[in-house]
């Protein structure tokens, strides 16, 4: 009996040897495929990067925009036909206006579309603003609806993306928090003056006229109440409560995002500069805005030597934000002091101005004898000048480059102490 073979058109191959090839169909399948998931991992993780940057913020402001529009939008005509009356017969229309039910919820709508270009720049005081309008939207819409309706929907939707994402909105810029601020006492106080027209026969006296309906709101929102004025009715007891929780809280946010950022700011400086003061001491200082001055601090700082800098005023500086300057005439103790030269490794005079240059070194020279000082000579001819002020070290950047370069010409050796020499002339 003989042993079968394997089958001419099987695809296994041998036992114990390379697996059988794969058809071209099926490998360029395989690769389309493995192509195509890559390229929609791409697109996801592109997606989930742009939502994280920029979505719950772009989210918020359309829920806010939705909710705006579709508060003032079925309020038009009897808004256009109380400002017209307004337009005509001046002030004494605005009690006409205040009788107008679709005055608030027009107002929330308003104050909502001015607050979703801070929600877009992620500004914290445009988060609160909006927290509360969409509150009132949400609270204003059930009760006038008497049931949930799509304002009520869209209110309660943008107060959960607000409350999720809270910490998205965490920009306090001076400039941003003061606008949209001043947007929402403003806001405020068209709402008291308006609400106060609006219930003014729900009051003792009664608020008839704007002067008064002004004095009221204002009273109100600053929590003053001289009892003067007193709701007598339950509508107008709920206007004054939310005028009030509404005062406490936008006066309180405006305090802490326009003066906190102020207040922050000035004790952040004061801390920072008291703590640089503290820690000059080993280091070494720059006296100088030149050219050769930032290289050098470049080369230190890159190799995280502290550096402090001396600039002098009224001129502009080439050092970023981050280093150590002091803006000062060098030739001062107290500046030379707060630049920590007394205990400075040594202080180096790179000024464009040569006389500035042994100015600074006999400022030196006299607060702390002990500082090694290195004074850059920009002219060659005041070389001999300069030595006269006896610094620790010069440096001439034009005696050195011109004998470097001819050595090179005649091919003269060039040696560690032939460099040194040039380096420092010695006095």
Same mark, same amino acid.
């Given at each position: ?23 071209? *169909? #099926? ?10 998931? &890559?390229? !929609? %991992?791409? /697109?996801? @993780?592109? =997606? ?36 017209? *009356? #307004? ?10 206006? &205040?009788? !107008? %039910?679709? /005055?608030? @919820?027009? =107002? ?36 006038? *609806? ?282």
């Amino acid at each position: 009996m003989t042993a079968s073979g394997p089958e001419p058109d099987s695809p296994a191959g041998p036992p114990g040897g390379p697996p059988a090839p794969t058809s071209p *169909a #099926v490998s360029h399948r395989a690769k389309r495929l493995k192509s195509l998931r &890559a390229r !929609l %991992a791409g /697109v996801v @993780r592109w =997606i989930l990067h742009v939502w994280h940057e920029q979505g719950p913020q772009v989210l918020a402001a359309l829920l806010a925009v939705a909710c705006g529009v579709l508060q003032i939008r079925p309020q038009l005509g009897s808004l256009r036909l109380g400002f017209q *009356a #307004v337009v005509q017969h001046g002030t004494g229309a605005m009690t006409h206006l &205040a009788d !107008l %039910a679709a /005055v608030p @919820r027009g =107002i929330i709508g308003a104050g909502l579309l001015l607050m979703a270009i801070g929600l877009v720049l992620r500004a914290r005081v445009a988060w609160v603003i909006s927290l509360l309008l969409a509150v009132l939207s949400a609270g204003l819409a059930l009760g006038f *609806a008497h049931r949930p309706d799509a304002v009520f929907a869209v209110a309660a939707a943008l107060v959960v993306v607000l409350a999720v994402y809270a910490r998205h909105f965490n920009r306090s810029s001076l400039a941003a928090s003061s606008l949209f601020a001043l947007l929402g006492i403003g806001s405020l106080l068209i709402y008291g003056v308006l609400g106060s027209l609006w219930f003014g026969p729900g009051y003792a006296p009664p608020i008839r006229d704007l002067p008064t309906a002004f004095y009221y709101a204002v009273e109100t929102m600053s929590t003053v109440g001289y009892g003067d004025i007193v709701p007598r009715t339950v509508e107008a007891r709920m206007f004054t409560v939310s005028l009030i929780v509404l005062g406490i809280t936008v006066f309180a946010t405006t305090l802490s995002v326009v003066m906190g950022p102020l207040v922050g700011g000035s004790l952040k400086r004061a801390l920072e500069g008291r703590m640089q003061r503290e820690n000059r001491r080993n280091h070494y200082v720059i006296i100088g805005v030149s050219g050769l001055a930032y290289t050098l601090w470049q080369e230190l700082h890159g190799r995280n030597v502290p550096v402090t800098v001396i600039a002098s005023p009224g001129r502009p500086s080439p050092y970023p934000e981050d280093a150590d300057v002091i803006v000062g005439d060098a030739s001062r103790n107290e500046i030379l002091e707060q630049a920590g030269v007394p205990l400075a490794k040594a202080v180096l005079t790179l000024r464009d101005d040569d006389a500035e240059n042994a100015f600074a070194v006999l400022a030196v020279k006299e607060l702390a004898p002990g500082v090694k000082t290195i004074a850059g000579v920009n002219d060659a001819r005041h070389l001999a000048k300069i030595r006269r002020v006896q610094p620790d070290m010069l440096f001439a950047p034009q005696l050195l480059g011109s004998d470097l370069l001819a050595r090179t010409l005649l091919d003269e050796p060039i040696d560690n102490e032939t460099v040194s020499k040039l380096l420092f002339a010695q006095n």
